[in-house]
């Protein structure tokens, strides 16, 4: 528990009362509904948060709160569980928790990061701590883009718009579904990638303003639509991504997509060297076991592996799916779609494996090049999202 400083007082909860903006606020006779809120998770297992006040913030541990003046540093670590911080008068403060929320109308660093949000750190995994930053739908939006969509520029708004519409869907159906765990989404491709500080340039900060409330429904529910860099010509179904039912997946069709041609990663070609391959996708710390043949057993409906075969001395090893391409290398291979050429040292044993491959991402859902190429061609953001997901509609968050 945080002792009472001089002056400290409880801090007053803030309430956001925010229109949700899909339909003129004059039109409408409804109360306002308050604006969703997220809770992002920007790190995992951090050794140590050092949070320095820009303004004065509070810290408070859901009991008492301690103002940090401005200039004021304090160093938060975990111990057995519990959170320890230093103050930067050298006090130590122990047997705090289960959690400590940084907050107020203040900015505030985290490890040199600039933020405005409250923060909340937690004890996990042993000794380090886990970062949560709450904040507003609409902004974690622009974060999200920046990160998602930052090499977009006004020439490809309805790109744009089009991301800031599925990326709302998303967060929006992860909000609240798993209270135990104390956040709603994480900042890596595993849910959305977000920044807090990426900046948001003015077409993603119109792309977000303009579509405000919107999400994507099919059949009538809000779905969590999945989405990738570059489909490389075909999107793919979610069985041969990941092996799923389709049927739990109506708005994933697998689609034609000549728009993501002006992609880098369009077609690619990779190198991986035998022992690589021995070390990663079959676990063997003895990398000279000889490695006789990798070949593609069968294909999905778009084209992309479904079953990839190594033989080697030690046995066959199948890989599935999209995992392949994580599994063969230490460096993760762009996508699932590819042809492969062994390339033999003098024995006859494969000395590595050249990949040839179309796209980047699993393949399921809006293509983001896509989304740019159809863009620059005049096609609107409702246009682009039909193109990807074909049963849905883009409706308002009520
Ligand atoms: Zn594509």
Redesign the pocket.
Known sequence: MIPRLAGSSLFPLATLSLLIGCAPAYISQKPPTPEPMVRVAIHHRLEAAVIEALDTVWASDGIHASPLAPGNRWTVTARQGRLVAETGAGTVIGEIGPGLTFRGRARFSLNGTALDRPLTLSPEGGAGLLAVLELPLEEYLLGVLSKEMGNAGGAELEALKAQAVAARSFAYVKIGKKPEQGYDLESDVSHQAFDPSAPAGPAIRKAVEKTRGQVLSCRGRVFAPNYHS????R?ALPSEAWGTADSLFPWAKSVR?P??AVSPRFQWRERVPSAAMVRRALGLADTTIPITDVSIMDRGPSGRVNRLKIRSQAGDTVLFRDRIRFQLADKALPSSWFDVSCRRDELGNVASVEFTGKGFGHGVGM?Q??AMGMAREGRGYRKILKHYYRESEVVCIR
Do not use: K
């Not at 570059?230 to 010509?233: A, L, R």
């Open positions: 570059t489909c490389g010509g999107t997509d728009y993501c293509c090049w896509g």
